[in-house]
């Protein structure tokens, strides 16, 4: 099973400042590594998936990297709604399929 | 517009079985995989099941197998999860969601319903 860990797990900014989260892989996941964004009282929203590519709808301000084991979710310029919970997520690469989640970094404003 | 729509949950006692469902509509429901992902209060997101979409292939979480059991109807455009011997640790709001074509992430989400193993 390959464990998911995010860091920080709180990340206190201000609106306009830039937001770095990391999530680093048990072993390689490729690029194959989602991201997400959860707001209290709302389902998760897919931002980027295979670790770079912008899901529709998702501002340009929000920008993904990584392979291998480590991985980063770039806010250039945080909104005052980009204070929120995010996850990454990943599929293993071979049949039976397993998708594991971290645990989550809480963005909250500064 | 892709709609999700989960229905089922409820106040169960530890031992007993509820079934979920997830009404689907906006888009060609037999071409995707789905997923069911629960949420603890409280707690990170875990993901439970998955189905392809002709139903070859699933999976399950290790806390659930032999206890949950996913299906689909794709005449009815209907995601299902059936859950036997609850445990007060299932407590959770349980979310359908599709999965893109890409490699396994989610790219809808339904908003849940809630589901309350106790005593």
């Known amino acids: 099973e390959i464990v998911l860990t995010q860091s920080p797990a709180t990340l206190s900014l201000s609106p306009g400042e830039r937001a770095t989260l990391s999530c680093r892989a048990s072993?390689?996941?490729?690029?194959?590594l989602a991201w997400y964004q959860q707001k209290p009282g709302q389902a998760p929203r897919l931002l980027i998936y295979?670790?770079?590519n912008r899901a529709t709808g998702i501002p340009a301000r929000f920008s993904g990297s990584g392979s291998g084991t480590d991985f980063t979710l770039t806010i250039s310029s945080l909104e005052p709604e980009d204070f929120a919970v995010y996850y990454c997520?990943?599929?293993?690469?071979?049949?039976?399929?397993?998708?594991?989640f971290g645990q989550g970094t809480k963005l909250e404003i500064k | 517009e892709v709609q999700l729509v989960e229905s089922g949950g409820g106040l169960v006692k530890p031992g007993g079985s509820l079934r979920l469902s997830c009404a689907a509509s906006?888009?060609?429901?037999?071409?995707?995989?789905m997923n069911w992902v629960r949420q603890a209060p409280g707690k990170g997101l875990e993901w439970v099941s998955s189905?392809?979409?002709?139903?070859?292939?699933?999976y399950y979480a290790d806390s659930v197998k032999g206890r949950f059991t996913i299906s689909r109807d794709n005449a009815k455009n209907s995601l299902y999860l059936q859950m036997n011997s609850l445990r007060a640790e299932d407590t959770a709001v349980y979310y359908c969601?599709?999965?893109?074509?890409?490699?396994?992430?989610?790219?809808?989400w339904g908003q849940g319903t809630l589901v309350t193993v106790s005593s």
């Open positions: 189905i392809s979409s002709s139903s070859s292939y699933i």
């Open positions: 072993q390689s996941v490729s690029s194959y």
């Open positions: 906006g888009f060609t429901f037999s071409s995707y995989s």
């Open positions: 997520q990943q599929r293993s690469n071979w049949p039976p399929y397993m998708y594991s």
């Open positions: 969601a599709r999965e893109g074509y890409s490699y396994g992430e989610h790219d809808y």
């Open positions: 295979d670790a770079s």
